[in-house]
Structures are given as structure tokens and as C-alpha cells.
């Protein structure tokens, strides 16, 4: 990793390159782009250039990070084995654990406990990766 007051550059180098010669890979997948601007914030740090600052780009709205962070948490009670039913009441209120059984089932509290766990999951398996490209409309936010 390479820091600077612009900010910082992550790079793997194999074990047996050296100074000369050096290729760099860039898949051609969906996230080419994020690694060329990276890529060329490399290039000219090696060279003694001023890198400039990362893109700018618009950030996720307070609502969007208040409902990442209830995802995570959401995950996180499940995978310690926690019901949804107190996945909803550590989230948001205690009165869920009053709910009977008939009414959990049809409560708007347990579909929005199971749309943040869906969140959640997306997250942990791949959809994070949107946040780096700042393309949050292919986020499945619930």
C-alpha cells in the first residue's frame, strides 16, 4: 500500500517480480474502470507526479448507510443464530416480542427484518463491490 496526503494506493506484486518489466493485469470484468483510475494513480505516484484525489462521486444518502448498517446488524444476529423475531426487536423494539405467533407471521416488521437480512446477504456475497463504483441503483436494497 502506498499513502500520500491524496490518499492511498492498494497493489499486489508477485513474488518474484522485479523493478523491470512489470505488466499489469486488469481483468475485463465490471469493475475495470475503478482499476484503471487506480491503475493510473499507480503510474503517476511512481513517476513523482502528483496523483490527485480519488473521482468525487455522489455518496450514498444517510438513509442508505443507516439501512447498511441495520443489514449488517441483521446478518450478524442471524448468523449467531438469533430468531428474526429478535433480530426485529434488538433493531427496533421490544414490543415485537409481544407479537403473537399468528400476528408475527403477517407483522410488516418481520418482511422488513427479512428484506434487510436479503440485504445483508447481497452485501456479504458480492454486491458491496457497488459501493466502490458508486453504481447504488444495482444495489438490491430490499
Do not use: C
Given at each position: 500500500?502506498?499513502?500520500?496526503?491524496?490518499?492511498?494506493?492498494?497493489?499486489?506484486?508477485?513474488?518474484?517480480?522485479?523493478?523491470?518489466?512489470?505488466?499489469?493485469?486488469?481483468?475485463?470484468?465490471?469493475?475495470?474502470?475503478?482499476?484503471?483510475?487506480?491503475?493510473?494513480?499507480?503510474?503517476?505516484?511512481?513517476?513523482?507526479?502528483?496523483?490527485?484525489?480519488?473521482?468525487?462521486?455522489?455518496?450514498?444518502?444517510p438513509y442508505r448507510l443507516?439501512?447498511?448498517?441495520?443489514?449488517?446488524?441483521?446478518?450478524?444476529?442471524?448468523?449467531?443464530?438469533?430468531?428474526?423475531?429478535?433480530?426485529?426487536?434488538?433493531?427496533?423494539?421490544?414490543?415485537?416480542?409481544?407479537?403473537?405467533s399468528h400476528g408475527w407471521?403477517?407483522?410488516?416488521?418481520?418482511?422488513?427484518?427479512?428484506?434487510?437480512?436479503?440485504?445483508?446477504?447481497?452485501?456479504?456475497?458480492?454486491?458491496?463491490?457497488h459501493l466502490l463504483t458508486?453504481?447504488?441503483?444495482?444495489?438490491?436494497?430490499?
Open positions: 500500500m502506498l499513502r500520500d496526503t491524496e490518499g492511498e494506493l492498494r497493489m499486489r506484486v508477485e513474488a518474484d517480480a522485479d523493478a523491470t518489466g512489470w505488466a499489469f493485469v486488469i481483468p475485463n470484468d465490471t469493475w475495470r474502470i475503478v482499476r484503471l483510475k487506480a491503475l493510473m494513480r499507480l503510474l503517476l505516484k511512481l513517476a513523482g507526479l502528483p496523483t490527485g484525489a480519488p473521482t468525487l462521486e455522489p455518496a450514498l444518502t443507516h439501512r447498511l448498517a441495520l443489514s449488517l446488524r441483521a446478518l450478524d444476529g442471524e448468523e449467531e443464530g438469533a430468531s428474526r423475531r429478535e433480530v426485529g426487536a434488538v433493531l427496533f423494539t421490544q414490543e415485537s416480542r409481544d407479537i403473537t407471521k403477517s407483522s410488516g416488521l418481520r418482511k422488513k427484518v427479512a428484506r434487510l437480512i436479503r440485504l445483508g446477504h447481497a452485501m456479504r456475497d458480492g454486491d458491496y463491490r458508486r453504481s447504488f441503483h444495482r444495489i438490491r436494497w430490499g
